[in-house]
């Protein structure tokens, strides 16, 4: 039995009845020309953008509105809260346990880093510190024992530095796991959150900049209450773990030092990842991170290196690989020595060499690699040849270590030098899908291809309707793309709306016999108030949507969802029946009051299904980003399937099978993504763009996938990164890259 909770609908009904009063006017838009003739439509069309223009301000108020209640929603309780943090613990423990598989960071064991304290002067007074002298060290490959003397820290923060690639993001994933492996309920759950995504200027406290990215990656802590996210950062229940304080820009790392010292709660946690030479520039002459430990790593020695490659190899290797390892342990290996003494260049020569089975001979031989850097610059470039070769896919994808599809290496090094320049263009190592279109293309652009594809689709229906489709063209034409280049900007879509309605004008002379002042004035009319409409609730947003369709456990809230759209399509066939009756009599009145209550009622259980999909559920894993662009997508073709199912059956009824037709795709193709607001037709016309410039694949996501699998990339929740910075900034070297830095990344840097 369906049980509706209760609460204060009005304003919901309102902005419910605002959106189908829309759709009640674009049915008359229809119903006026076919009762009353062609030649009266131009009188009607001043009534009617009057009655659009309200019906279109109250669905942009239900569109803030929207907003402003999923902002809000109900607060989670305290059990909820403490439930929020259990499932929030299993979801990042599943989620980095398949990552750290991913990254083979235990195959066959973690390379033995070993760890020190660093220098005295970038960090907080040893008293803040620990309640006893400082004393903290360990190994990679022994994080039980370092883990046990992080616990031991009086505040419990950590900040790991050293050299591009000498292990600090591998570090902090691996005290993260052991923390997860020994929580207890009532401890804080680590989790991994990318710093280069929080800027303190519009978010001064660290507490909320965690929240939003908690909800972004963990959409189901949302089923625990809106606020459940905030409230785990709130009362102290994380343990942040921030990776690339480096990767923020110079001129905010110290900002952000400053606003975590000053938001942290004294108890509150925390380990950091930073590059050593960017930290000590943003300590220099100031505060320290309050109460944190400083650690670097020490140089992987010769010898641990020729251990840690013979471990990979068969138990008896063949004579070059003997002569290489009988170089490291006797000194006599040269720049290779050099190069492995980071976890970096372990992971090169293991990659390209081990993997991709190369006689590795002439890396010890100094008429071929005189230097570190020229041996660090043939691993790079021939490691993405090598993870190809090495990794051939296997039918049906079931191992995640294997592509699913055949690819060429050129191919591929060309497509992730377009992404890598696209992410040192926008100054980031975090690759969103959602905002491709923002980094590739320009809102003109995309405006364009919306105009183009619905205007296409529009003039070629009405153009075979025949005679009679001057007026109802200028409607095809002008609403989709009015509402479509609306999505951008309001100028941009009134001036679009605009201009395709006088487009739309002008196909119909060609198509129809009928045309008169009528279609000009409604073709105008409602090319601009969609345009107007559709610029203010539309606009580029900041993160993907939301679909989860199972019914375990939800079934409650599905005919509460129902049951709400039932009775805002009620209301809107009383309002859409009483004002066609005061205009145009009783009868006719009933009869479209009739019409517009059907189409209601079909919209408000489209709505109420929608609106169930974009609902949270208990149990889901953390976002990935193949995962959250299959529930953008899923909700867009939901919300699609749905609004255009409901316009067809509406204008069929009422004005025949074409006008179905054309209604039922502007609400499918048009409507559906601006007011459900997703990414995914954004993203699909910006990836299509880039692949008809041959600078990305047409099955973007398909290749990012599989280039995960080739060790190529690695997941941050729904965000994709190069496995290591190294490699993005060999496929697309810094702009400004200063003499110091290009050094500090050649090998391990101290502090000491």
């Known amino acids: 039995m369906c049980v509706v909770r209760r609460g204060n609908r009005v304003r919901s009904l309102v902005s419910l009845a605002g959106l189908l009063a829309l759709l009640g006017g674009l049915v008359l838009l229809v119903v006026v020309p076919v009762t009353q003739g062609v030649d009266r439509a131009s009188t009607w069309a001043g009534v009617l953008s009057g009655y659009l223009a309200i019906a279109g301000a109250l669905v942009t108020l239900a569109r803030w509105r929207h907003k402003q209640r999923a902002a809000a929603g109900e607060p989670a309780r305290s059990n909820q809260v403490a439930q929020a943090a259990q499932e929030l613990q299993v979801a990042v423990r599943e989620q980095w346990r398949r990552e750290a598989e ?37 190994r990679s490959d022994r994080i039980p024992a370092l883990t046990d003397q992080f616990r031991r820290l009086r505040r419990r923060r950590l900040v790991i530095v050293g050299g591009p ?30 710093l280069a995504s929080w800027d303190p200027q519009t978010q001064p406290r660290v507490q909320d900049w965690l929240a939003s990215q908690l909800t972004q990656t963990y959409p189901n802590l949302r089923a625990f209450g809106a606020d459940a996210a905030h409230k785990l950062a709130d009362q102290g229940r994380l343990l942040p773990v921030l990776d690339g304080l480096d990767e923020i820009p110079p001129d905010r790392r110290g900002e952000v030092i400053n606003r975590l010292n000053a938001s942290l709660h004294p108890d509150t946690g925390l380990i950091m990842t930073s590059r050593a030479t960017e930290y000590i520039e943003t300590v220099h002459g100031r505060e320290a991170l309050a109460a944190a430990a400083v650690i670097e790593p020490e140089p992987l020695t010769a010898s641990e290196a020729a251990a840690y490659a013979k471990n990979l190899l068969p138990r008896q290797p063949d004579e070059s690989w003997q002569a290489v390892l009988t170089a490291l342990r006797d000194g006599t290996a040269g720049p290779l020595a050099e190069v492995v003494a980071s976890p970096l260049g372990l992971w090169l020569l293991r990659t390209v060499y081990i993997e991709g089975h190369r006689d590795p001979q002439p890396l010890i031989d100094p008429a071929h690699y005189p230097d570190p850097p020229a041996i660090q610059h043939h691993l790079h470039e021939e490691l993405i040849p090598a993870a190809v070769h090495s990794r051939p896919p296997v039918s049906g994808g079931q191992d995640p270590l294997r592509p699913k599809r055949h690819h060429d290496p050129d191919q591929v090094r060309r497509w992730l030098t377009t992404l890598a320049i696209e992410l040192r263009d926008a100054k980031t190592r975090d690759w969103r899908w959602w905002q491709l279109a923002d980094h590739t293309v320009t809102n003109r652009q995309i405006g364009v291809a919306f105009g183009l594809m619905f205007g296409l689709v529009s003039g070629l229906v009405f153009g075979l309707h025949g005679p009679g489709s001057g007026l109802v063209s200028g409607l095809g034409i002008g609403l989709p793309v009015g509402m479509a280049s609306g999505l951008f900007g309001v100028a941009f879509g009134l001036v679009f709306g605009v201009t395709f309605g006088l487009v739309g004008v002008m196909i119909g002379l060609v198509h129809g016999l009928l045309i008169g002042l009528g279609g000009l004035v409604v073709g105008l009319v409602s090319g601009g108030v969609f345009g107007l409409v559709f610029g203010l609730a539309g606009g580029r947003h900041d993160a993907p949507a939301y679909v989860d369709l199972r019914l375990r456990g939800r079934v409650g809230v599905l005919c509460s969802k129902l049951a709400f759209g039932l009775l805002g399509g009620l209301l809107g066939g009383l309002l859409g029946g009483l004002w066609s009756g005061l205009r145009v009599g009783l009868f006719v009145g009933l009869k479209h009051g009739l019409m517009i209550g059907l189409g209601g009622l079909l919209a408000g259980l489209a709505f109420g299904l929608i609106s169930f999909a974009a609902s949270p559920s208990i149990g889901r894993r953390a976002s990935s980003p193949a995962e959250s662009q299959r529930g953008d997508r899923g909700l867009t073709i939901l919300a699609a399937a749905m609004l255009g199912l409901v316009a067809g059956v509406v204008f069929g009824l009422v004005a025949g099978p074409v006008a179905g037709l054309v209604f039922g795709l502007v609400a499918g193709l ?70 110091a830095i290009a050094a500090a990344d050649q090998s391990t840097v101290s502090v000491n």
């Open 102 to 138: 991913a990254r083979s960071l235990g195959d066959p064991d973690p390379m033995p880093v070993r760890w020190r304290l660093s220098d005295p002067t970038v960090m907080d007074h040893d008293e803040h510190i620990a309640p006893t002298p400082v004393m903290l060290s360990g």
């Open 165 to 194: 690639g000498s292990g600090k993001t591998t570090l902090a994933v691996q005290l993260l796991l052991q923390l997860l492996d020994s929580w207890q309920s009532d401890e804080p759950v680590p989790v991994l959150f990318s």
């Open 670 to 739: 048009v409507i559906a993504p601006a007011v459900i607001s997703t990414r995914w037709s954004v993203f699909v016309l910006a990836s299509l763009w880039l692949a008809a410039r041959r600078q990305l694949p047409l099955s973007l996501m398909m290749f990012l996938d599989d280039a995960y699998r080739l060790g190529l990339l690695r997941i941050v929740g729904p965000v994709y990164q190069f496995r290591h910075a190294a490699l993005q900034d060999h496929l697309a070297p810094p702009a400004q890259a200063t003499p």
